[in-house]
Each structure stands twice: as C-alpha cells, then as structure tokens.
C-alpha cells in the first residue's frame, strides 16, 4: 500500500516562486538567469516551463514569443544572450532541442491548439537543425562553433535531454499529423549510445548531471535506472542536505537535487524523491525564490548570494511533479512520450 503524502509546497509558495522568475523577464520576453545576467534558451525553456505549471501563462507565451523571434534562419539560437545582444556566438545543440519539451509541456498546460500550430515551424528547424548534425557515429556534438564546425565530443547529460526532446517533438508531430522519421532515427542511435556506449561521451564522472540524467530522461528504466541511481548516491548526496553539483565539493545546489528528485520518482520510490526535495527548502529566500546553492558545514549559499531562475524554476517543476498539479507535471519524466526502445 503506498503512504500517503501532503503536498510539498502549498500554491501560495508556488505562485511566490513563480513570481521572482517574472521579475527577471525582459520586455522582449526572455528570462534571465539572474539580474544583469544572461539567458539561454535551455533555461528560458524551463523558466517558462514553470511559468506555465505555476500559473504565469502570459508570461510563459511571451518567453516562448521571444523563442520564436530570435530564432536563426538555420533552426539554431546563440549560446548565450544578454538583453542588449549576443554574449557567446556558438550554438549549444542540446539547448536548440529543449525548445521542443517547453513547446509541448505549454500545449499540454493549456491545450492551446493554436499555439502548437504557431509553434510548429519553431519546432521544426530546431530539431532539423539537431538532428542534422548527428555524425555517422551516432553523436550529436554538444556544440558548433561559429564557423559551423562541430565541437569535437558529445556529452551523457546533454545527449539524453535531446532524446526527450526528440521524443516531445515526435510527440508535436504526431498531434499535428506529421511525420518525421528522421527524429525518431536520430533519437533510437542516441539512446543506443546511451545504452550501449557510455565510454564513448567525454567523460564528467564528477558531475551529478552525468549520474541521473539518463535515468530522469528515460533512457534507462527498471532495475538498469534502480541500480545506476543506487551506485553512486554516496557519492553525490550529501545527507539531509541534497544533491553536490560536483562529487569532489560539499556544495549543493537545488536544481540539481530537484532533477535527481524527479528521477527517483522516474523509478517509482517517491520517498527518496520527496526527501530530496525537503532537503533543499534551506535555500529558499524569503519572496520565494531559491538560492543557486550552498556550502556544507558553513551554511554559506555559493555563489555568494546568487539566486537563479533555473533554481527556481527546477523547484517549481519538481513540486509539480511531485503533487502531479497540473496536465504536464510528469512530461520532463517522459510519461505519454512515444516509446522508442
């Protein structure tokens, strides 16, 4: 019989939440990390996905408006923008996919048929734009420089988010009656390598990313997912205080320690999940928003005094996850993606 939970944050604390990553929304639409910041689009993406959970749904069409705007004609975004123009030229790829989990998580919310339909051309040559550059090897590379040339490895965290976005755009084509068999086929060989070839994908065994993203992606499930989770647990948890960036540093952070929450509950032990997520209310600020992370034994948040919406917004998602709140609250755990394996 499973136990009964409460919910883990009430909606008045969501909405205050919420609200502090309004506060960094440029007119334009696009949501900074922090004030005199910079936003890339995998961030804003998840900013404006807790919008939407949250509630803020004007503001959550504005970030996807700006999406829309500063889109290249070639389906890529920069790296990083600052509100007054470009900070880093080159092109994230996995960032240019998230696009898609943002464009369906909002669908979802609001099922708006119309915004899907406004939003499919954005969609569309982002991930064309990602799944072209998959190499004869299977690997999409993390990045491309400015000159178009693709960086020279690929990463676990960042390959397996752009798998669930493939799986979100497959999803988008299927409610519009399209068919893109080359996602699907650049999404099979990326969990494939996932699966397969690990050893192939720079290695960042010091970065909790690398450590459940796969799980919380849904490229491994079952007792593959229990056991990859259970191996280093030690290494990355920092008892009643959440989940170390870095296996090596006693800082915790609490978009990482909401991810890995919402990737325990991808293996069904929603009491790990609900602890983790306890674990970081320490970093909540007094309106809501959340501290990027801090230090153990002394209690000092680091950066020092840095509060991100990405933190924020990590909160949001997980709390609504965790409380299945709204239509989308287990999307970024692939529930009701096609299955591809």
């Known amino acids: ?118 939003m499919w051309p954005v969609v569309s040559r982002s991930l064309d734009f990602v799944a072209g550059h998959q190499s004869a090897s299977g690997h999409i590379p993390w990045a491309i420089h400015t000159s178009g040339t693709p960086w020279s490895y690929s990463l676990i965290t960042a390959t397996s988010s752009t798998y669930h976005s493939l799986r979100c755009g497959l999803a988008i084509a299927q409610r519009l009656g399209k068919e893109q068999p080359e996602w699907e086929f650049a999404a099979v060989r990326l969990v494939d390598l996932l699966q397969r070839h690990e050893a192939e994908f720079e290695p960042k065994r010091r970065w909790a990313m690398d450590w459940y993203y796969p799980v919380l992606t849904g490229v491994l499930s079952g007792e593959v997912a229990s056991q990859r989770l259970a191996a280093r647990f030690d290494d990355f948890v920092l ?40 674990s970081i209310q320490p ?21 020092d005094g840095e509060r991100s919406t990405y933190s924020s917004a990590a909160v949001v998602l997980a709390a609504d996850a965790l409380d299945r709140r709204s239509p989308a609250s287990r999307l970024i755990l692939g529930e009701g993606l096609p299955s591809l394996q």
């Open 1 to 118: 019989m499973q136990p009964e939970f409460t919910r883990v944050l009430t909606e008045d604390q969501i909405t205050a939440t919420a609200s502090t990553i309004v506060e960094q929304q440029s007119h334009e639409g696009m949501i900074l990390w922090f004030p005199d910041g910079h936003a890339d689009t995998w961030n804003h993406t998840e900013a404006a996905m807790a919008l939407s959970a949250g509630g803020f749904l004007d503001a959550a069409d504005r970030a996807y408006e700006w999406l829309a705007k500063t889109q290249r004609p070639d389906g890529s975004w920069h790296h990083y923008y600052l509100v007054d123009g470009v900070e880093d030229a080159k092109v994230d790829t996995n960032c240019c996919a998230y696009v898609a989990t943002g464009v369906w998580h909002h669908y979802l919310t609001t099922e708006d048929p119309s915004f899907l339909r406004d």
């Open 283 to 303: 970093l909540r600020d007094t309106d809501g928003a959340y501290f990027t992370g801090m230090v153990y034994p002394e209690r000092i948040t680091f950066p």
């Open 239 to 278: 008892e009643s205080h959440g989940v170390r960036c870095v296996s090596d540093q006693p800082w915790v952070t609490a978009a990482e320690t909401c991810e890995c929450a919402m990737a325990y509950l991808a293996i069904g032990d929603e009491t790990a999940a609900r602890n983790l997520f306890e």
